[in-house]
């Protein structure tokens, strides 16, 4: 058997993906989840970044790893009249 440098890591972007969404959408302000294929990474759109969103980034990256975790501080998308 080969072994992994990370056995119960996601085996796809998207999976990496779904499992962020389930697990941190809404907690210390973050708003979305995205991908971007090329960098192979996960996008985090955040409001601002704090102590405890950069704890949470650190569980997040752990869990996603080898995948990259990209953070993007911007506000939430505003609707529209």
Do not use: W
Not at 7 to 21: H, I, M, N, T, W
Not at 30 to 37: A, C, L, P, S
Not at 53 to 69: G, M, W
Request: contains cysteine; proline residues 5%.
């Amino acid at each position: 058997m080969i072994e992994t440098k990370y056995p119960d890591a996601p085996k796809s972007l998207d999976e990496a993906k779904r499992l962020v969404e389930r697990e941190f959408l809404g907690c210390c302000g973050i708003h979305g989840v995205g991908k971007k294929i090329s960098m192979n990474a996960i996008r985090i759109y955040a409001d601002a970044e704090t102590s405890q969103l950069k704890d949470v980034l650190e569980r997040i990256r752990n869990q996603c790893a080898p995948f990259l975790v990209k953070l993007v501080v911007e506000g939430r998308p505003q609707a529209s009249e």
